[in-house]
């Protein structure tokens, strides 16, 4: 009997790329071997993409102002006006910065802390924030820095002084809220 030789199975396009899995759509897996379609792209993908991935192409608004934020929270006097908000309105314990305050600030911001002087008031319960928070540098370790800070429909100011100590981390050493200490306003006054 004559018996015809089977032909081999075809390949299909499946079995070519089942060893090397593939992602869900939108998500890359910098393990994989990303695969690329040898078809060329047509429409509005096309002309997305290739705005996109172009050498001059320009990155969103969005991106931008992320960025912007980004960079500015890394910035000492920032970071420190927040994280003193964050004490003087209530939400965060004074302990908090205990190892990014020098023992007299500490005490200071204590005295402070105790009144809540930035803790929403009235019929505006919006958490306070920092608006603009800057510093300069009169010598080489030493910023001394001010932040504005909006507390429902009023800006409020606080000054602050920073140290860079021997374990190149900055500290703070000084704080002031408005011009007022903790001890001019007495145990019994209140905020206006």
Not at 20 to 32: E, I, V
Request: one cysteine or more; charged letters at 25%.
């Amino acid at each position: 009997m004559d018996t015809m030789p089977t032909p081999p199975a075809a390949a299909s396009p499946r079995s070519r790329h089942s060893s090397a899995r593939k992602a869900p759509p939108g998500r890359r897996d910098s393990r994989r071997p990303e695969i690329r379609s040898t078809r060329p792209a047509t429409g509005r993908a096309a002309t997305a993409r290739t705005a996109a991935a172009g050498p001059g192409a320009a990155p969103s608004a969005s991106a931008l102002r992320a960025a912007a934020a980004r960079e500015r929270e890394r910035q000492p006097p920032y970071w420190f006006a927040s994280r003193l908000v964050l004490v003087l309105s209530g939400q965060r314990p004074v302990h908090t910065l205990l190892g990014h305050t020098r023992s007299s600030a500490y005490e200071h911001l204590s005295g402070l802390a105790s009144h809540a002087p930035l803790r929403p008031r009235g019929a505006d319960r919006t958490s306070p924030s920092v608006l603009d928070a800057r510093g300069s540098r009169p010598r080489d370790g030493v910023i001394e820095a001010f932040a504005r800070i909006v507390t429902g429909d009023r800006q409020r100011a606080m000054a602050f002084r920073l140290e860079l100590c021997a374990d190149r981390r900055w500290r703070c050493t000084a704080v002031e809220l408005d011009g007022q200490s903790p001890s001019a306003r007495g145990p019994g006054s209140r905020e206006p």
